[in-house]
Structure formats: C-alpha cells, structure tokens
C-alpha cells in the first residue's frame, strides 16, 4: 500500500493550506489516521489524529488553526492548516492504518512527506 501526499508547499505567515493523503489501491477501510510533522534537527512530532469512531487530538500548537478530516469515499485524509506561522516549518507525514481486506490485520502505513514552509 503506497499513501501519496500533496499539498505542501511555500505560504506566507497567516496562510493556509490543505494537505491531502491518498490510499493507492483498493482497500477494506481506513481506520485511525494521522498527521505528523518533523522540522530540521528536532524529533517527529505528532499534529493530529482521528480514531475510526471519529475522535480526534490535536498538538496544543495545532489547536483552534488545524483540522484532519477524511473522505472515505476517495481513501484520502486531509489536514487543514489555517494562520500558519513560521513555527510550523517542517516536512508534514500522514499515518494511516489500514485493513486491506475483511479479514486482515489492521496495519500502519505512512506516507512519503510533503513540505512545508512558512515565511515570516
């Protein structure tokens, strides 16, 4: 399973953008998702999660600017990010776990990264 992320890109402070993460193939169902970030020198962090059941959590750094989504029908997750600052420079990863079949295991997949920069 390949997850193909888009959307990164150059924004000026207070911006937006929306990322976007594909399933390629034909699967059973998407189940808990999330987004991910790592800037320069700095460890991954986490930004956003959704649970199957529609729960989410939000880095108190993403809360009341970010917002993950998803649309089931295209297997696709998206994060939308509003009043962007410089602070959120870093190359954005979406996790994904998946049942491929009915009657498979549930697995974590993640994408390729995208980046994004955010001049001041």
């Known amino acids: 399973v390949q997850l193909q992320a888009f959307g990164g890109g150059l924004v000026q402070t207070g911006g937006s953008l929306r990322l976007s993460c594909t399933v390629s193939?034909?699967?059973?169902?998407?189940?808990?998702m999330g987004w991910y970030r790592q800037a320069p020198g700095k460890e991954r962090e986490v930004v956003a999660t959704?649970?199957?059941?529609?729960?989410?959590y939000y880095a108190d750094s993403a809360k009341g600017r970010f917002a993950i989504s998803r649309d089931n029908a295209e297997n696709t997750v998206y994060l939308q990010m509003n009043s962007v600052k410089p602070e959120d420079t870093a190359v954005y990863y979406c996790n994904v776990a998946i049942r491929r079949t009915a009657g498979s295991r549930i697995t974590d997949f993640w994408g390729q990264g995208t980046q994004v920069t955010v001049s001041s």
């Open positions: 959704r649970t199957s059941g529609g729960g989410t």
């Open positions: 193939e034909s699967i059973y169902s998407i189940n808990n």
